[in-house]
């Protein structure tokens, strides 16, 4: 088998790329291990910046995105048993945020793709990427019990933080940076509505907590938790005591559809780029949720890298091709740096540095009530320019 580009990886990137790619005449094969029903019910990210919603619907995948997402226009910052509303519209000269689940986005592309007869292949094992460094890269893998091969002019690593492309590039050909934190998400999906119509960040004496939502009757909570926390030591009712504590009475409960931790990592490999190899998403960095990023910084990956494909395969040579890792990583770093500002910003730490303690309660009085410093916050959540 040969194509143009093989896709590793059925999540948001990997997706969006062949999609992308496909209106741009491009060949793709995209290959992904596991079944199409645990993707399209894997619960993750769910806010989507103004520029990835554009891009959605640039690539003709955002058509039940716009009936069923929910616009915001501003959030809520609680801290010191107050809330502080920061209209994210009005300082960024009228931009929004969309909510709209992951795995549904990825339901969707993933049916566009199939209903378009293009080939995606799911539950392939033993995935494979060879002879990366030269003009003819190459996927094997096997499937259904028999080998396969596909030859490729551009692979593009798609495969999440614990997939194979990047593990395929010598390690001396790579730097990475690398930050855990001393704490982590314990995350649920509850069929009750939301506590207020936009999302609530809590820093509370007990910790973080958020207030999020997928759809205007099932909401998406978040409690700061260990990195080792166990879950079976969390009933129902301690999740939604604690979560009343940090977020305030008016949180109403509902049957937990889902629970589970979400570990908390700053993560970036340089550079995205081995020779025809191309990483983007999560497969090359990996930023905390608190900001709200991760789709979204994948989806500016994809941006790009199609960029740099059309010109390759239109015969406007590598150019652009060569400036993949660094016009991504200029964002990728802008993006890691508000989202570990953020995160450090609104959790508990228990090492307890009472300087820096006070340092952030100052930062957060500050934070309020400065147009300066909430126009910083709101242009970075809405999403900052896109390069390409
Ligand atoms: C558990 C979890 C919870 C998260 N929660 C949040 C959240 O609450 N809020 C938030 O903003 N962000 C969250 N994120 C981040 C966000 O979901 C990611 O940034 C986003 O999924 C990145 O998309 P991607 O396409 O790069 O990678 P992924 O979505 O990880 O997709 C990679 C795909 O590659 C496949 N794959 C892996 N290895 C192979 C292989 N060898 N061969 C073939 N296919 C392979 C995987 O099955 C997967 O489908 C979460 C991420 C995770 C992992």
Known sequence: MRTQVGIVGAGPAGLLLAQMLHQRGIDAVVLEARSRAHVESRIRAGLLEQGAVETMDEAGVAGRLHRDGLVHHGLQLRFGGQGHRVDLSGLTGGKVVTIYGQQEAVKDMIAIRLAAGLPLHFEVDDVAVHDIATARPRITWRQDGQDRALDCDVIAG??????????????????????????????????????????????????????????????RLYLQCAPDEDLSAWSDDRIWSALRR??????????????????????????????????????????????????????????????????????????????????????????????????????????????????????????????????????????LPYAV
């Not at 119509?197 to 939502?213: I, N, P, S």
């Not at 990023?293 to 890298?305: E, F, P, T």
């Open 246 to 383: 940090r977020l305030g009475d008016t949180l109403e409960e509902g049957p937990i559809l889902q629970k589970g931790v979400t570990a908390m990592r700053s993560f970036v490999a340089e550079p995205m780029r081995h020779g025809r190899l191309f990483l983007a998403g999560d497969a090359a960095h990996i930023v905390p949720p608190t900001g709200a990023k991760g789709m979204n910084l994948a989806i500016a990956d994809v941006r790009v890298l199609v960029c740099a494909l059309e010109a390759f395969f239109a015969g406007r040579g590598e150019a652009l091709m060569d400036a993949y890792s660094a016009t991504c990583l200029d964002r990728v770093w802008k993006v890691q740096r508000f989202s570990w500002w953020m995160t450090q910003l609104l959790h508990r730490y228990d090492d307890h540095d009472a300087f820096e303690e006070r340092v952030r309660m100052a930062e957060l009085d500050y934070l309020a009530g400065s147009t300066a410093a909430l126009t910083t916050l709101a242009e970075n959540y809405v999403g």
């Open 158 to 219: 798609c495969d999440g933080f614990h997939g194979i492309c990047r593990p395929s590039i010598p390690p001396a050909a790579l730097t990475v940076f690398d930050r855990a934190y001393p704490f982590a998400w314990l995350g649920i999906l509850s069929r009750s509505p939301p506590m207020s119509e936009e999302l609530v960040y809590a820093r509370h004496a007990d910790g973080f907590a958020l207030a999020t939502m997928r759809s205007r009757s099932v909401s």
